[in-house]
């Protein structure tokens, strides 16, 4: 079983930053693909980013949403166990509740189906 804590969320004015940590516990953290998911109100769950174990223990790929691409990065520290989401030049439209996710093995991963482990979400709004 592995646990997700999300923290780092809040209010910001729009062309702001702000960034997301998700610690994660109870199995090898390098062994794990960990992503980023949004969901706004009355909308579907979206899939923001996802960094990817790629071939050997110490190498990863990162893949973003158009919606995000350019403005926000994945990032990881195996040591501290954590994931990172680096939001630059925020938009009211990126005003949602965001959850860190988790798995061993995806086979889609911009579905968050795909995803064995959720945290429980850190709201993150952008005034206008």
């Known amino acids: 079983q592995v646990q997700l804590v999300e923290s780092g969320g809040g209010l910001v004015q729009s062309g702001g930053s702000l960034r997301l940590s998700c610690a994660a516990s109870g199995r090898p953290f390098s062994t794990l693909n960990m992503g980023w998911f949004r969901q706004a109100p009355g909308k579907e769950r979206e899939f923001v980013a996802v960094i990817l174990r790629s071939g050997s223990s110490t190498s990863y790929a990162d893949y973003y949403a158009d919606s995000v691409k350019g403005r926000f990065t994945i990032s990881r520290d195996n040591a501290k166990n954590t994931v990172y989401l680096q939001m630059n030049s925020l938009k009211p439209e990126d005003t949602a509740v965001y959850y860190c996710?988790?798995?061993?093995?995806?086979?889609?991963?911009?579905?968050?189906?795909?995803?064995?482990?959720w945290g429980q979400g850190t709201q993150v709004t952008v005034s206008s």
């Open positions: 996710a988790a798995s061993g093995y995806l086979s889609i991963y911009t579905q968050w189906t795909s995803y064995n482990y």
